[in-house]
């Protein structure tokens, strides 16, 4: 009997888990991986990797300014120049949709950065959309909305 009730309770608490985190598709795991790769790539500097993951067209919305690839190299990471520079992102999806080959996802980003000695940590809602060019995806727009500094 207790192995019976035991075997119930684990089912629900796993039916209760899958509900509350429903199952993703290959195509919106595969979005959220390149936009946690893309975030990666800005925490190591990595212009060349940041690039992979983005349409040559791509175009930001942040802090109330349009910018393009080219500007967030620039501002993001030609200027990043402190040796102990570090930055550590923890995204938080809360919508992934995909639909043939354009996805979008909203999610908010944490970041902690140091720089020059100084630790900020910064909080963004941010909404992508992502494009599927030869078979793998491309973030084509970002709007950024920074929701707080600290």
Do not use: C
Request: glycine letters at 2%; proline letters at 1%.
């Amino acid at each position: 009997m207790f192995k019976r009730i035991s075997l119930l309770l684990s089912t629900l608490s796993f039916l209760t888990l899958l509900q509350a985190h429903p199952l993703l598709t290959r195509d919106q795991q595969r979005v959220q991986q390149t936009i946690s790769n893309f975030f990666e790539a800005l925490s190591d500097r990595d212009s060349l990797s940041l690039k992979s993951y983005s349409t040559p067209d791509l175009t930001l919305f942040e802090y109330g300014e349009v910018w393009t690839l080219d500007t967030l190299i620039r501002k993001a990471i030609s200027r990043n120049t402190a040796t102990d520079f570090k930055r550590v992102n923890t995204i938080d999806f809360i919508t992934t949709s995909v639909e043939k080959r354009t996805a979008w996802a909203t999610y908010n980003l944490h970041s902690e950065i140091t720089r020059e000695g100084k630790q900020v940590t910064l909080h963004w809602l941010e909404t992508v959309v992502v494009v599927k060019e030869r078979r793998k995806w491309k973030i084509k727009l970002l709007h950024s909305t920074l929701v707080k500094r600290s």
